[in-house]
């Protein structure tokens, strides 16, 4: 009889929670009711560490088949495996870590008991993957003041609320990870990095508890106290690896030098599980207590190794503190300074791009329901709150998608001239398995753009290689790389001028910044020559290679776009010189696009920037009467103002200096009747005009303590303490000084940006697409838009004001959205995510935020369109070389190209100031509208820009099919009328409404109305 192991009820169950291949919906469970009859139960309703032990599961059912049962052992999901299994992989060795057992509780023997380190099959990826971590405080010093009998339990119940797959924890101590190790959930669910043992928790210590099985464990220790636990897990579809370090405070004297050691060996140790240069690095999450706060070095340290801050990323304008001792009274306890900080951090890095942070939250923050603590007031769980962080995971497979992701069959590198590469190719034919594969090379960048992308990665690769001249490269000197199994050995280029390499890697990753991951711990530049195995022999026999070793020089003249399909060899397939002489502006094929431009007054006015300039001296003149220094930004800080262009500023005073006090001081400075503060927009607001230039005067204060300083370093030092108003609006001024870095790098590129933003801009106004309110871009999104053309234009579309603008329309009506539009390396890992991500323009400054946000379903339509549109227009103009031409590309939208069906927004109040007012709530709050009106899918909507600012505003309604047409009815019943009804509820509950207001809305078709309060006629 065969003795094969039948897969357990548990291992069956985890199986089907897992695996994407499977819906849960459609299983049930069968098991003993103990009243001699099997009963069934929906899969989703099966509580594991519930009322039915896994001995009573008897049987699983997909529908009507059985796919499980105990007594008859069928097992069909086991079976059901991929036909080609990979070995599994050889343990990972990163110097100053040592193999620690994972723990799995036995039912059978009713024990802890160390895991097998053969975990068996992965399980299958998994859409989304939660982590938890938490300082759960330990008890040694003023026990008698902590309660701990109480927290315990209490640490228990949040953390059974949090669900999370992974669970780090840290301050543990025996008597906590006893607790731990006889609850229920935990003992039914989790692998465990910590056993009954208490090794590495004595006297504490941290403990990572896994949902997903352990493939292995490993520990770098420091002292008794500090250590880093690390665990791979068993995922199909790539390893994850996950740490929980507790750093050393600046409680210690020697805080700082010993938590600098610390960070030194978690980046060495994601340099090594990434550092195989030619095979995907792994996913890496660190989750634990950093001990340090925003701004902080170690903070850039891990930023510029590619780790991303769950929390600055999704929330960046919020603090975030996860130890806040004004209030928490453990924290008060236990403080030092009193100062409140986010010392808990998920941290990810995927260079594959595969995993991604999609929403964090803080839990614990709540005081302990009952008795007041020892010392008398609120008791919490701990003096931290914990962190819970959900984490997106894309299948492998996913990265295939054509023209979108980057691929492992094509690769940008420098390779050799022939006559060299004898002594090469006789090292490599015989220590280097891939010597069919690859030609002797120097990788540049890899994985790279799919082969249909060539063409214009190469039209870019020119355009950022121009200036960049040949340079001499001399292979003298091997070196290594270690991995899992063998050590790659390299020969070593030395460049002539220095650096010339370096510096040749950078003009690419800027140029496609999207190919920047794949340069994960930093360029090393490298030849590779073969694979050793490990061992101390290494280092002698590199030595035997270099004493025989003859150096070889070369010119470098090109670069090289190559591929390989299935297993053939790579092959070159476009070459690109270095040092290309720029291509002759054709005569005389700007002027009507130029005569177009004027004709409407959108051409630029020297005058117009003059005067501007002369009202922001004035206006500086009155921040600085006030105590603040000011600080213009967007189109005037550009040069992309024109006619009727107002100007966005931030003004940045001291902490004394209130927002409110400053718009006070501010309108007590400017003439009666120039000036008003808009307290409850966004970023609260002093709208004033100056000699007839507009303003929109944001404010921001320094945190206590700040001295006045740069506006970039006082984001970069003190942004987590800025306000969220303050921090966007400066973050506003950052943006720009973004967008002129990118586009500043001569003065003919920058006057073509100036050119095509004011053409761009004039077009987007034209048709009614020029608006963040009403859902489409706004200025800083169509700007960046144009700025991600220049520094990507061909040279042949650089030649002329008109090219570049068909470029623009031909690149972005044929955009594959929702891939982000994004101008920097920093900000290209952005991850489109959800409805408020259809179309994201990622602004330059970290951290990286989406400009688009407001694009809904029909705005996008709408934009798709009048880019398709664009493109067309501009074609037939470049082909025509006429005023008129152009001048069709700039009309308005038409009363023919009206949407049928239309909402009227109306606003009346007692004073014209009172209307503008109304006016702008309704503006900031008409995408609400749009987003309840396009809950009827029937329906697509399209905002119409208002004539005058405080005029009525009109919504267009359509319908695509004849069917759908009563989606365009208005009755009480209708999903319409209750959309607008909602829609007027908001704006009677609007608390800084003014006396008198009154909102209308009137539904509209041909000569037919009807206000929301009657039904149409």
């Not at 098991?31 to 009859?37: S, T, V």
């Not at 009713?110 to 008890?139: C, I, K, M, Y």
């Not at 897990?233 to 805080?255: E, I, K, Q, Y």
């Not at 607008?980 to 041909?1006: D, M, Y």
């Amino acid at each position: 009889m065969s003795q094969e192991r039948f897969t357990t009820s548990r291992e069956v169950y985890h199986r089907i929670r897992w695996d994407s291949r499977h819906d849960a919906r459609e299983f049930v469970v069968g098991y003993d009711a103990h009243r001699g009859a099997l009963e069934e139960m929906p899969f989703e309703a099966f509580v594991p560490d519930g009322e039915i032990p896994w001995h009573r599961v008897w049987y699983f059912k997909r529908g009507t088949l059985v796919v499980w049962d105990r007594k008859a052992r069928i097992d069909l999901l086991s079976n059901a495996r991929p036909t080609e299994e990979t070995a599994p992989p050889q343990p990972v060795t990163v110097p100053g870590f040592t193999p620690l057992p994972s723990w799995r509780y036995d039912a059978r023997s009713g024990a802890w008991t160390q895991a097998s380190r053969e975990p068996g099959h992965a399980l299958p990826t998994a859409a989304a993957l939660t982590v938890a971590t938490f300082n759960v405080l330990f008890d040694l010093y003023d026990a008698q003041l902590l309660a701990t009998e109480r927290r315990i339990p209490a640490a228990l119940a949040l953390l059974r609320e949090t669900n999370a797959d992974v669970i780090a924890l840290q301050e543990v101590t025996p008597s906590f990870l006893k607790a731990l190790l006889s609850e229920p959930r935990v003992r039914e669910h989790y692998w465990m990095s910590e056993g009954p043992g208490a090794q590495t928790v004595t006297p504490y210590g941290q403990v990572l508890l896994s949902r997903v099985p352990i493939a292995s464990l490993w520990q770098r220790v420091f002292s008794r106290d500090k250590r880093i636990i690390a665990a791979e897990l068993h995922l199909s579809g790539g390893a994850l690896w996950v740490a929980t370090p507790h750093l050393t405070s600046d409680r210690d004297a020697s805080g700082a030098s010993a938590r600098a050691v610390q960070v030194e060996a978690l980046l060495e140790w994601a340099r090594v599980l990434g550092s195989t240069s030619e095979t995907e690095a792994s996913d890496l999450v660190l989750a634990g207590d950093f001990n340090f706060g925003d701004g902080a070095p170690e903070a850039e340290s891990f930023a510029r190794a590619g780790f991303v801050d769950a929390w600055s990323s999704l929330r960046p304008s919020e603090a975030g503190e996860t130890f806040n001792p004004r209030l928490n009274s453990l924290a008060a306890l236990t403080t030092v300074s009193g100062t409140l900080r986010r010392l808990d951090r998920v941290l990810v890095a995927s260079a594959s791009g595969r995993l991604a942070p999609e929403s964090v939250e803080l839990f614990g923050e709540a005081p302990l329901a009952g008795l007041p603590g020892p010392g008398g007031q609120a008791l919490f769980a701990s003096d931290h709150f914990g962190l819970r962080c959900v984490l997106r995971r894309k299948a492998i497979e996913s990265r295939e998608a054509p023209s979108t992701a980057l691929v492992h069959h094509t690769a940008l590198v420098l390779i050799p001239p022939d006559d060299v590469w004898g002594p090469i190719q006789a090292l490599r034919k015989k220590h280097d398995a891939k010597f069919q594969r690859w030609m002797p090379h120097i990788t540049l960048l890899y994985p790279f753009v799919p082969e249909e992308d060539f063409e214009t990665a190469e039209a870019i690769l020119l355009d950022a290689l121009q200036g960049v001249e040949p340079f001499d490269v001399t292979l003298s000197t091997f070196g290594h790389f270690e991995h899992r199994a063998n050590a790659t050995a390299w020969l070593r280029p030395d460049d002539q001028p220095s650096d010339a390499l370096a510096a040749l890697h950078a003009k690419l990753v800027a140029a496609l910044p999207e190919c920047a991951s794949s340069a994960h711990g930093g360029f090393t530049p490298h030849l590779s020559v073969g694979q050793l195995p490990l061992s101390a022999d290494i280092v002698r026999t590199l030595g035997e290679w270099q004493r025989a070793w003859r150096p070889l020089k070369f010119r470098v003249g090109e670069l090289c776009l190559i591929r390989r399909k299935g297993d053939t060899p790579f092959e070159v397939i476009r070459r690109i010189p270095l040092a290309q002489a720029p291509r002759a502006i054709p005569e005389h094929e700007d002027a009507p696009l130029r005569d177009a431009l004027a004709s409407i007054g959108a051409a630029e006015s020297h005058e117009g920037h003059a005067a501007r300039t002369a009202a922001v001296e004035q206006l500086r003149q009155h921040c600085e009467r006030i105590g603040a220094t000011l600080h213009p930004y967007g189109s005037y800080l550009l040069g992309t103002d024109g006619a009727g262009s107002d100007v966005d500023a931030v003004a940045i005073g001291p902490a004394s200096l209130s927002r409110d006090d400053f718009a006070r001081a501010l309108l007590q400075e400017l003439a009666p009747g120039t000036a008003r503060y808009v307290a409850d927009a966004a970023i609260p607001l002093v709208k004033l005009s100056l000699g007839g230039v507009s303003f929109d005067l944001a404010y921001a204060s320094r945190p206590e303590g700040v001295p006045p300083e740069d506006p970039l370093t006082l984001i970069e030092q003190h942004g987590e303490r800025l306000d969220p108003a303050g921090l966007r609006a400066v973050l506003g001024l950052a943006d720009t000084l973004g967008l002129m870095d990118a586009v500043a790098r001569d003065a003919e590129r920058t006057a073509r940006f100036r050119t095509l933003m004011r053409a761009v801009k004039t077009w987007a106004r034209a048709r009614g697409i020029y608006s963040h309110a009403l859902g489409y871009l706004g200025g800083l999104s169509w700007t960046l838009l144009a700025a991600w053309a220049c520094t990507r234009a061909t040279p042949d579309a650089m030649r002329s004001d008109a090219a570049l603008l068909a470029h623009f329309f031909g690149t972005f009506a044929s955009w594959p959205w929702p891939q982000p539009v994004t101008l920097t390396p920093e900000t290209a890992r952005y991850r489109p995510e959800g409805k408020r991500d259809l179309l994201p323009v990622i602004a330059p400054a970290l951290p990286a935020r989406n400009t688009a946000r407001n694009v809904s379903r029909s705005t996008y339509r709408v934009i798709r369109e009048e880019l398709l549109r664009a493109r067309e227009l501009v074609a037939k103009a470049r082909a025509s070389r006429t005023p008129s031409a152009w001048a069709a590309l700039f009309q308005p939208l038409s009363a023919n190209e009206a949407p049928p069906v239309a909402l009227r927004l109306s606003v009346d109040a007692p004073t014209a100031e009172d209307r503008e007012v109304v006016a702008g709530w309704i503006l900031g709050h008409v995408t609400a509208l749009v987003y309840r009106l396009e809950g009827d899918r029937r329906l697509s909507v399209r905002p119409l820009q208002p004539a005058q600012a405080s005029g009525a505003l009109l919504i267009g309604l359509e319908v695509r099919e004849a069917r759908d047409a009563a989606a365009l009815s208005w009755h009480p019943s209708s999903p319409l009328f209750a959309a607008v009804e909602a829609f007027r509820a908001s704006f009677q509950e609007w608390t800084h409404r003014p006396s008198g207001a009154v909102l209308q809305v009137e539904w509209i078709r041909g000569n037919d109305s009807a206000r929301s309060d009657t039904p149409a006629p």
